[in-house]
Each structure stands twice: as structure tokens, then as C-alpha cells.
């Protein structure tokens, strides 16, 4: 009697595994654009000097320069970080000694800061007065949005849909009727912008910069039920 009870039991567990095995699994990615309304700038000062402390007193100047003309112009001290503070010898290969090895004939400094513009409409101008008072290291400039999270949210629900269309085709397609959704993986959220702004762009007159659109993207991966 125990072992029909038992064979009773695998058997009616046969159906419940077959069922819970028939599942559809797509990858739904969302796209969205938007105007981004900040910009990240990444600049510095290089100075060059015969001794170590000169070129760090003469960097020093500089970037205080810079770090009031950024005051002037509305740069909250949040917006400003130090990212790179280096020194460095200059070498001479040219050497004159007896053994013949490269001397240092003098030493640069270099400090560079990440700053945050949060009103685009001065962009351009920012970059002419840190450009006038000392800054004269570029290493590129960034838009983005001060608040993410609403088109993160967008492109989430985008990714949603994609995800959707994608497994209804492919349950017509099969000949099955789409079940319910049985789970969601969220997936990386990216934002893709126009990187630009190299040194030998910097002009005496305002910059002019162009902001264009920012993509941001979302990914997910859904699993659906076939329905019975």
C-alpha cells in the first residue's frame, strides 16, 4: 500500500514539473533620449620649474587663479573636486656628466579638477575665464543630468515593453498563449552623451558648445509562463 502511495505521488508531481518548465525568457532593452542640462569639465594647470617647490608655488598660483574665476562665475565649491595632484622631475637626456645618465634639469607640477556646470547657458563662458586666469590642461568635457532617476525610470519601462512585444511574437510564433509574468531581472542602466572639448579648442572668445541629446538605456530580463 505504501509503495502505491508513493507512485501515486510521482506521478501526480510529473505534470506540475512539466508545467513549471514551460517558460519564455526574453531581454527587453529601452532607449530614451533627453537634453541634458549639466556638464562636467575636467581641466588643471601644468607649471613648470627648475626646483620642485617653485613649480608647486607656481601651480598653486595658477589654480587659485582658476578656482576664483569659477567662484565668479557661480561654481558652488560642491561642484569642484581635485581628481590628479602630481609632481614630477623633468629629465634631460642630453646629459653632460661623465656617466653619461639623463639629469634633472627641473620639475612640473600638475593639479587637475573635475567641475560641475550646472547652468549650460554659461558654459562657454566658464571655460573662456578659467582659459584667461591659468588653466591650460584639458582633458575633456561631459553632459549628464542632475537627476537620473526619472529617465532611468523612463527607459526601465521601456525595456518593459520591448520585453513584452518580444515574447508575445514569440509565443504566436510557437503557437503557445503567453502566461503571466513570473520574474524580472533588472538589468545595467547606462547613459551615453557626446564627450567633447579638447585643449586646442580653448579660444580667447567664449566657447561656443554645442549639448546635443543624452540616450539613456535600461535592460531587463523577463521570464513569462506559457499559458494551459
Do not use: C
Not at 145 to 170: F, G, H, S, T
Amino acid at each position: 500500500m505504501r509503495n502505491v502511495i508513493v507512485a501515486l505521488v510521482l506521478l501526480m508531481a510529473v505534470p506540475v514539473m512539466a508545467q513549471e518548465s514551460r517558460r519564455i525568457v526574453v531581454n527587453g532593452h529601452g532607449v530614451i533620449e533627453t537634453v541634458p542640462d549639466m556638464a562636467t569639465i575636467s581641466m588643471g594647470v601644468v607649471s613648470e620649474a627648475k626646483t620642485a617647490g617653485a613649480a608647486m608655488a607656481k601651480n598653486t598660483d595658477a589654480l587659485e587663479g582658476v578656482l576664483l574665476q569659477l567662484a565668479e562665475a557661480g561654481i558652488e565649491s560642491r561642484d569642484i573636486q581635485t581628481n590628479n595632484l602630481s609632481l614630477s622631475p623633468r629629465w634631460d637626456n642630453r646629459s653632460s656628466s661623465v656617466s653619461g645618465q639623463p639629469q634633472i634639469n627641473g620639475f612640473i607640477a600638475t593639479n587637475t579638477v573635475s567641475v560641475r556646470v550646472r547652468d549650460l547657458a554659461q558654459l562657454g563662458k566658464v571655460l573662456d575665464a578659467v582659459v584667461q586666469n591659468g588653466a591650460n590642461s584639458f582633458n575633456g568635457l561631459s553632459f549628464g543630468l542632475q537627476d537620473m532617476e526619472p529617465a532611468r525610470n523612463e527607459a526601465r519601462v521601456a525595456a518593459i515593453k520591448d520585453a513584452m512585444a518580444k515574447a508575445q511574437l514569440y509565443a504566436t510564433a510557437a503557437g503557445v498563449e503567453l502566461g503571466d509574468v513570473v520574474s524580472i531581472s533588472d538589468g545595467a542602466v547606462r547613459s551615453v552623451g557626446p564627450v567633447m572639448m579638447q585643449a586646442d579648442m580653448m579660444r580667447s572668445a567664449a566657447v561656443p558648445v554645442a549639448q546635443g541629446e543624452l540616450s539613456v538605456t535600461a535592460d531587463v530580463t523577463v521570464v513569462f509562463g506559457v499559458a494551459e
